[in-house]
């Protein structure tokens, strides 16, 4: 099993990864009043055999606050709070970045801080619900249109954002650009009818992206940036439109020319959604010199397949690392990996179906 490149130390920027498994997002809704705290911590640290642990969605503004008990990192106390987490990856050898996520007009009133406002591109409505814990399920509101003065403010809460996370002890960020939040908004014509510079064709869609990415990258260095994108993905009411290919051709050669640490491509046409033609994800990657990661349904054996080709140099596993939390010693020994994912407890606020999966050490000394 040694030989399997999976299992092989590796590099983003000057960060040593001592595999290729990369832990993805994942929302989990334990930060209560918006704080990470000593339960994330226990969570991340199980987890810490990943290569890389990229954090749940984190907001860098009260205004980024869509889901209920989400992390924050725009104040001192959610730094402080996550100085827990990377304390406690970092004790057992581990390596994580947090994921920055603005969710945009995927949000709701009742879930943001008093003063907070839905904002997005443009005055589009996204169709659905969102959950609230006030008052359960509420549609997506209509969200208020960003002015300049608003967009420059979000880049530089990004920004501050980015910088907070260093000091709480992250190795480096990764920006949400994908799943149809407040960066995506931006690059759809679907959900940015502007006709400003941040709107129309597909460089002025592009524009808040890129220098939201150049802002982080500028704050806290290029090779502690990477983003999150989402191609084809239909998420959060993300409809096709026809310069996708063109956009993304776009963008990621722009993104190169920033040199920042990776982009992550999503693909969750595993859990239902679209498929995402390889054609992009081979033309990204051209385009892109530094570091791709892909994320989707993977097993070991097409990780594998797509590490040892070139298509990809890290794999990101979601769901797998939720009910194992040795998912890389398993998956390293073949050892059986467990089936018991407890999904209603996906979104809940306690230790139930979070932190009380047990390794497959622990299970065979109980047994």
């Not at 960020?173 to 009818?193: D, K, Q, T």
């Not at 808040?208 to 500028?218: C, Q, W």
């Not at 722009?254 to 859990?271: F, G, P, Q, R, T």
């Not at 990661?293 to 890290?314: H, Q, V």
């Amino acid at each position: 099993m040694t030989d399997y490149k999976l299992f092989t130390s590796t590099k983003i920027g000057d960060l040593v990864l001592q595999n290729r498994m990369v832990m993805a997002p994942m929302t989990r809704c334990r930060a209560i009043d918006n704080v990470a705290n000593a339960l994330m911590a226990t969570y991340y640290a199980q987890r810490a055999s990943a290569g890389l642990i990229i954090t749940e969605g984190t907001s860098p503004s009260p205004n980024g606050l869509g889901y209920a008990r989400i992390p924050g990192i725009f104040t001192q106390q959610q730094v402080e709070g996550w100085k827990m987490t990377t304390s406690a990856v970092h004790a057992k050898g581990g390596k994580i970045f947090v994921q920055l996520m603005h969710t945009g007009r995927i949000s709701h009133a009742l879930n943001m801080p008093e003063g907070a406002q839905v904002m997005a591109p443009s005055a589009v409505q996204a169709s659905g619900q969102m959950w609230t814990d006030a008052e359960r399920l509420q549609d997506f509101p209509v969200p208020l249109a960003m002015t300049n003065a608003d967009i420059l403010n979000t880049i530089a809460e990004f920004a501050t954002a980015a910088e907070n996370a260093i000091k709480a002890g992250f190795d480096g960020v990764e920006l949400h650009g994908a799943n149809g939040y407040l960066l995506e908004e931006f690059l759809s014509p679907v959900s940015n009818i502007r006709d400003d510079n941040y709107g129309g064709n597909t460089e002025n869609r592009c524009r808040f992206v890129i220098e939201t990415v150049a802002a982080v990258a500028n704050a806290i260095g290029k090779e502690k940036t990477g983003i999150r994108l989402s191609p084809y993905g239909t998420a959060s009411d993300m409809p096709h439109y026809p310069t996708i290919h063109a956009t993304y051709d776009y963008l990621s050669k722009e993104l190169n020319k920033l040199d920042i640490a990776y982009i992550h491509l999503v693909d969750h046409s595993a859990m239902g959604a679209p498929m995402v033609p390889m054609e992009i994800k081979t033309l990204i990657g051209h385009n892109f010199e530094n570091t791709i990661i892909l994320s989707g349904g993977y097993d070991k054996e097409r990780a594998e397949t797509d590490i040892e080709s070139g298509l990809a140099d890290l794999i990101a596993f979601g769901r797998p690392f939720i009910n194992n939390p040795d998912f890389v010693e398993r998956e390293e020994n073949n050892w059986v990996l467990s089936e018991d994912l407890k999904m209603d407890f996906f979104y809940s606020a306690d230790e139930n179906g979070y932190t009380d999966y047990p390794s497959h050490k622990a299970q065979l000394i109980s047994q």
